[in-house]
């Protein structure tokens, strides 16, 4: 997939259908006088459906269809017929996906299944028919219920990939060679900064036929916060990390100075980064010997770290079991890590901090009319 077809945030209009109306109809026979009411209910309204698709890995199918609409219930009619139900709208969108309000940035719902279904708005009721209204001191009720409205809404789609361990890192820092070589995922490989353009996610196997998933993002720089480079924007697809891993050069100036650059722009993206666990991949050492090793380990900062090279293969089996064992060290912290992983995506969007390509915030206009049988007062001289 193209970097431009990595769509991970899209802004849209839904509308549920709204219901039909009640029909105030009379019974009309030949020979059967006073057939009394027989108005049918009307349909109930479409509606708007969010379902998970595992087969889905970015938004872009959403990025060009920016209204969603459902249809409406039609009236009800004679001979107490129920009018159609309005069609209903199903938006398929990737695992991971998360529903925020357009004009509040309100947190509304979170897709993480597939074939999991949300019901983001609801169709409206249909009406009662006047035959519902039929009392022995009324028995020729002229009236019936018009349907509920539609609801509607703007809303902003969010993806954030579904990983358990992310890669943080400068650009060239090799996140994607080492992602590349522990994993079938193909990332982009370059030598120049921001090879990578789009999040990449690869399985990564261990022993016993287990595997866990990592996610590789551009990498970030010094005042990514405040929009140089590709800024924080892709950082989303690592607030679902149980473990975030750190992967900086061996040929660093400074390791420990650039690890704590990377962490404070991760806490100025979003303060409950820093629970996380961490680790530390000083990749490239197939430029060191063991004695640059061992004075590297004196002024690295204090979390696990391991010694990596992806082009020779050196460390990554020890890469392997600490993510491992970090990952499974502690069944409690295991799903603390759930917990705070879930205020970490169940907060509120700032929705004065982002910004969406070609916004269109017109709302369609609703030319549908109300299915409402009228009648003839003639036609109830019986009574």
């Known amino acids: 997939m193209s970097e431009s077809n990595f769509v991970d945030y899209v802004k849209i209009y839904c509308r549920s259908g709204k219901g039909g109306r009640g029909s105030s109809h009379f019974r009309r026979e030949k020979y059967v006088p006073k057939g009394g009411p027989d108005g049918g209910d009307g349909g109930e309204g479409g509606d708007i459906v969010l379902r998970g698709n595992r087969n889905y890995w970015t938004l872009l199918h959403l990025r060009y269809e920016r209204h969603i609409m459902a249809g409406h219930g039609e009236g009800g009619s004679r001979r107490n017929s129920s009018g159609k139900m309005g069609q209903s709208r199903v938006i398929e969108v990737p695992c991971g996906t998360v529903v925020y309000d357009a004009l509040t940035g309100e947190y509304i719902c979170d897709i993480t299944n597939h074939d999991e279904e949300v019901i983001l708005l609801k ?20 009236y019936a219920q018009p349907g509920e409205p539609f609801e509607e809404r703007w809303i902003i789609l969010e993806l954030k990939l579904l990983a358990d361990v992310g890669l943080v890192g400068f650009p060239n820092a090799g996140k994607s060679t080492l992602l590349s070589v522990v994993s079938a995922a193909k990332p982009k490989i370059d030598n120049y900064p921001f090879t990578t353009l789009k999040p990449s996610i690869g399985i990564v196997s261990y022993h016993d036929n287990q595997s866990f998933v990592m996610a590789d993002i551009p990498g970030i720089i010094e005042g990514a ?12 697809h690592i607030e679902r990390n149980s473990l975030l891993l750190f992967v900086i050069p061996a040929d660093s100036d400074d390791i420990k100075t650039e690890f704590n650059i990377l962490l404070n722009e991760l806490t100025q993206y979003n303060p409950e980064l820093i629970d996380k666990k961490r680790l530390l991949a000083i990749s490239k050492t197939d430029l060191l010997d063991d ?10 900062p204090d979390i696990p770290y391991v010694f990596i090279s992806a082009v020779t293969n050196y460390g990554l089996s020890d890469l392997k079991d600490l993510i491992w064992k970090e990952l499974n060290t502690d069944e409690n912290k295991v799903q603390e890590s759930e917990i705070d992983r879930d205020s970490l995506i169940h907060r509120d969007l700032d929705i004065k901090s982002i910004v969406i390509e070609e916004e269109d915030d017109d709302i369609p206009v609703d030319e549908s009319e109300d299915d409402d049988e009228e009648y003839d007062d003639d036609d109830y001289s019986f009574y």
């Open 123 to 142: 169709g409206g009721q249909g009406g009662l028919g006047n035959t519902h209204f039929k009392t022995s001191t009324n028995q020729a009720p002229r």
């Open 225 to 236: 916060s405040e929009g140089k480079g590709l800024g924080l924007r892709f950082l989303r």
């Open 291 to 300: 004695e640059l090793m061992d004075a590297i380990s004196q002024e690295l």
